[in-house]
C-alpha cells in the first residue's frame, strides 16, 4: 500500500510555471507505475501524464504534451510535475496517482490517488 501527499499547486497567471510534488509513503513505492490525473469543475478525472517504475517510459495527454514533464526520484520516493506555459483551460485539481499497472494511471483509474492540490491558471 501507498499513501500520497501532493503539493505546489497555487495560482498563476497563464503562460507562467509551477512544480507539483508528490510524497508518496509505504515500503512498495518502488513497485508503484506513478502518475498524475486532474479533474476541472464540472468534468470528469482526467488523464494528465504517467512514468513507468524505472523511470525510462513516459506518457502524457495531447493537451499537455510538449508544456509538461513529469519526473520521479525512487531515492526520495517522489514524483514531479512541471507544468510550462500554462493555460486558464489547465486548471484544476490536480491529483497524484500510483498503480501496479501503468495502464491503469493512463486510464485514469489507478489504485492510489492522493487529496489533490488546486492549480488555478488566470486569463
Known amino acids: 500500500q501507498v499513501q500520497l501527499v501532493e503539493s505546489g499547486g497555487g495560482l498563476v497567471q497563464a503562460g507562467g510555471s509551477l512544480r507539483l510534488s508528490c510524497v508518496a509513503s509505504?515500503?512498495?513505492?518502488?513497485?508503484?507505475?506513478m502518475g498524475w490525473l486532474r479533474q476541472a469543475p464540472g468534468k470528469e478525472r482526467e488523464f494528465v501524464a504517467a512514468?513507468?517504475?524505472?523511470?525510462?517510459?513516459?506518457r502524457y495527454a495531447d493537451s499537455v504534451k510538449g508544456r509538461f514533464t513529469i519526473s520521479r526520484d525512487n531515492a526520495k520516493s517522489t514524483v514531479y510535475l512541471q507544468m510550462n506555459s500554462l493555460k486558464p483551460e489547465d486548471t484544476a485539481v490536480y491529483y497524484c496517482?500510483?498503480?501496479?499497472?501503468?495502464?491503469?494511471?493512463?486510464?485514469?483509474?489507478?489504485?492510489?490517488w492522493g487529496q489533490g492540490t488546486q492549480v488555478t491558471v488566470s486569463s
Open positions: 512514468m513507468y517504475r524505472s523511470t525510462v517510459v513516459t
Open positions: 496517482a500510483g498503480a501496479k499497472s501503468f495502464s491503469a494511471v493512463v486510464a485514469s483509474a489507478p489504485g492510489y
Open positions: 509505504g515500503r512498495t513505492y518502488g513497485t508503484y507505475d
